[in-house]
């Protein structure tokens, strides 16, 4: 099992090393540990493409508080 802390830091990763191209990059990864690494390197794929895209976000999601 991945720690939560864990898939923020290769989400940060992500978006640090490709920016605005980091989603699609993770959705590739995950498309690929669908097809090589089974069930659970998909979910944890799909869980680091959930982070990216949130930390892409540039507008809150609905009743979320912001700063």
Not at 39 to 46: A, D, F, H, V, Y
């Given at each position: 099992m991945v720690d939560e802390p864990d898939i923020w830091r290769a989400a940060n990763l992500?978006?640090?090393h490709h920016g605005h191209e980091a989603a699609l990059v993770a959705a590739r990864r995950a498309d690929e540990a669908a097809r090589c690494a089974g069930?659970?390197?998909?979910?944890?794929?799909?869980r680091i493409l959930e982070a990216v895209v949130d930390l892409r976000r540039t507008t809150?999601?609905?009743g979320e508080?912001?700063?």
């Open positions: 992500l978006v640090k069930i659970e390197g998909c979910k944890i794929s799909k809150p999601v609905n508080r912001v700063n």
